[in-house]
């Protein structure tokens, strides 16, 4: 029996839906594949700059010979090497930006436009964690190296730009890794299951 004083039960909402959420997901899981294709199109195009630039040494165009045997092949080397470096510093910096805005759109939407669990926001945040890290410190940090060792050429300048080179190799691994997880999580739910099951 229900007392007359007794307030009915609150109703519970919630201003995301399910399909609202599993909409928020896909979104997601297209930022993540364009994240994952830009660390591929990254760690294909570094050594890529540096072929073209070995590629115009060995086939100059005639208007060019002129000056390549004014000035040498090996200050034409050291010169398009140079601009290779620089070309690839470029790259880099806009590309650690990019992947930053890649983690925090991720992020947001996940936190704010969906109902999943903690495990892929962890995932999600790791990411933008990496992608900060490398935009703030690493990157500048190859590219003040990348400058001192082309300008000098000293060992220990060189030791430490293919040291920061690996770093940055092994924090792609990482964020790809990391990404590839998230996108399976993200597209193979339950909820996602269930919606498609009742359609």
Known sequence: MIEENSSPPEAKYSRITPEGSWIARRICAVILAAWLGGILLVS??????????????????????????????????DLLRYHAGEANNQVFALWGTMQVAYGAAVVLVLLFFTNVGK?????????????????LILIPAIVDASRRYRAGGWVEAGRRFQLLHGSFAAFEIASALLGLALLVLLLYTRSGSRRRARA
Not at 51 to 77: F, K, N, Q, S, Y
Not at 123 to 131: F, I, K, Q, Y
């Open 44 to 77: 294909l195009s570094a050594p890529a700059v540096f072929g073209a630039a070995e590629a115009v040494l060995r086939h100059p165009l005639p208007a060019h010979l002129d000056v390549l045997e004014r000035i040498g092949p090996d200050a034409m080397a």
């Open 119 to 135: 495990w892929r926001l962890i995932l999600a945040a790791s990411m933008l964690v990496l992608a900060l890290f490398q935009r």
